[in-house]
């Protein structure tokens, strides 16, 4: 039963640190997304990646995220410098390209907190 | 861009009565609508989806229907379970880059509805 998986699960770290979350999508699946849950504003999308490339960064604060796709295997997440408001669930998902197939498999997530 | 709005916030149930839970999107190019469970701790999991060519889809005791003209999808659990207890999430296709490319564009997500079987 194939899995995306996200790394770390936790992590803790001080304001104005950098972090980075890293996501194994599902092998196969072309489409990548990274959402942000948080108690008050839900699920937000940040950004999703098709074929490596970038679609859709709109949701992301671009003065300290930077997302990125290595490679077909790994997406990243950077947050530099990290600040107290960062601190939530940061989930990747992703997504076979088909036409007609529109399920997003969501990883574990990385839950951030940021002192 | 596609707003998707989601009611109740919190919903009660007693054990074996049914839940309904109830969405409206504002894009109406949208065309795919899926909900989504998540238990405490874990992440969104897929339970049921529906594409704008159909009214109503139904999988065991969940069922979902898509009313396109008023631009609203609910999701219904029958025989509920203690099990069925989660935050359930619906969500719409955002306008996309489908004019470019089909398939997997991007979700708005409602807030969710946190859902509470009461033995």
């Known amino acids: 039963d194939a899995r995306v998986t996200q790394t770390p699960r936790h992590k803790v770290t001080e304001m104005g640190q950098e972090v980075t979350m890293r996501c194994q999508p599902i092998?196969?699946?072309?489409?990548v997304f990274w959402y942000r849950q948080t108690m008050m504003q839900g699920l937000e999308l940040l950004a999703y990646f098709r074929n490596r490339a970038p679609l859709d960064d709109s949701g992301m604060p671009k003065d300290r995220f930077s997302a990125e796709m290595p490679d077909a295997t790994l997406a990243t997440l950077k947050i530099q410098p990290s600040e107290p408001r960062d601190s939530a669930v940061y989930f990747c998902?992703?997504?076979?390209?088909?036409?007609?197939?529109?399920?997003?498999?969501f990883g574990p997530g990385t839950r951030l907190t940021v002192l | 861009g596609e707003n998707v709005e989601q009611h109740p916030s919190t919903l009660s149930v007693q054990e074996g009565d049914s839940a309904v839970i109830k969405c409206t999107y504002s894009?109406?190019?949208?065309?795919?609508f899926p909900w989504y469970k998540q238990e405490l701790g874990k992440r969104p999991q897929l339970i049921i989806d529906?594409?704008?060519?159909?009214g109503e889809k139904k999988d065991q005791r969940i069922a979902v229907t898509l009313n396109k003209t008023a631009k609203h999808f609910s999701l219904h659990i029958t025989e509920t379970q203690p099990e069925d207890s989660a935050v359930y999430f619906c969500a719409a296709t955002g306008p996309g880059t489908r004019a470019l490319t089909f398939g997997n564009e991007k979700l708005t997500f409602g807030t969710g509805t946190r859902l509470t079987i009461i033995p």
């Open positions: 894009d109406s190019a949208s065309n795919y």
């Open positions: 998902a992703s997504g076979p390209q088909r036409e007609g197939t529109d399920t997003q498999y």
């Open positions: 529906i594409r704008s060519n159909v």
């Open positions: 092998l196969g699946h072309n489409t």
